[in-house]
């Protein structure tokens, strides 16, 4: 807190999700630095409301080969072709990678604060967010919709129509916007000195804008933790609790959401967590 009725929140963390698949890219993990800045104001003992910003931007992700349907290509051992293009925009690629995604985005929030004297919430917040969602990728492959090559017959297909056809699911590169409203109802319960117990229940529903749907994707997600606490001291305490989200990462980490991931999330997602808090 700055005063007593100011406060100001600073959180800087890495995110990291490991994915392998059968197929190139094989490894497509991601990495993410965030930075989450909040402005709190106390309106009573029992009530705040502030304004939050969190940006997010993803390392830059390289792949030597790409398979489209059955079709390999790039510069690995099972590509079917090794393509290059010397224009311009292509050199840094540097004649190694076939293909470079960045991205990044940014969410505003408005949060309205609750606690209440209860035995199974302490505290509700409400919440209306936006985020801002930026993709780029380049490859010379888009190259290959036109001209001859895309004109060669490939599994029935031309490699045009193969290539047009998973150029959909890659990133979009226009911008968009995910829209959202939620509500967190937070408990924390006291078992002893040094103990306690606590979970935390989180429902958003999302609303997609001006995104390109590849397929389907969901409407809304939960997010559920819980644990305990071990509390070391009154400025240090240790949390070991596990995470569950409905559908996958939606709404919660928008850098891991886009066309080429869309298809994970309708699927649960969970993790096993550890964090270290200390009060100065």
């Known amino acids: 807190m700055i005063s007593g009725r100011y406060g100001i929140k600073h959180i800087q963390s890495n995110f990291e999700l490991n994915l ?66 010397s224009k311009e925009k292509y050199k840094a690629l540097n004649n190694d990678t076939l293909m470079l995604i960045n991205g990044s985005n940014e969410e505003f929030k408005i949060n309205y604060y ?54 959909k699911r890659l990133p979009q590169r226009e911008d968009f916007i995910l829209n959202k409203i939620g509500i967190n109802v937070i408990n924390n319960i006291s078992l002893n000195r040094y103990l306690d117990y606590f979970y935390s229940i989180d429902f958003v529903l999302v609303e997609p804008e001006d995104y390109s749907i590849y397929r389907s994707i969901p409407k809304n997600n939960i997010k559920i933790e819980t644990g305990i606490t071990i509390l070391a001291s009154d400025s240090i305490s240790l949390s070991l609790f596990g995470t569950l989200y409905k559908n996958n ?32």
């Open 20 to 85: 392998v698949r059968p197929i190139h890219p094989k490894n497509v993990d991601l990495k993410a630095s965030s930075k989450y800045n909040e402005l709190i104001f106390t309106l009573n003992p029992s009530t705040a409301i502030s304004l939050s910003y969190k940006e997010q931007n993803a390392d830059e992700q390289r792949f030597n080969c790409y398979t489209f349907s059955s079709l390999t290509l790039g510069y690995c051992s099972e590509a079917r072709f090794s393509i290059s293009n």
């Open 114 to 167: 609750q606690s209440l004297n209860s035995i199974l919430i302490d505290e509700f917040i409400l919440y209306l967010a936006s985020s801002k969602n930026s993709f780029n990728w380049l490859s010379p492959i888009e190259e290959l919709q036109t001209g001859f090559l895309s004109n060669l017959s490939f599994n029935e297909s031309t490699i045009g129509s193969i290539v047009r056809q998973e150029i």
């Open 249 to 280: 990462l939606f709404g919660y980490e928008d850098i891991s959401f886009n066309q080429r991931s869309e298809h994970h999330f309708d699927k649960a997602f969970g993790s096993l967590n550890i964090k270290l808090k200390f009060l100065f």
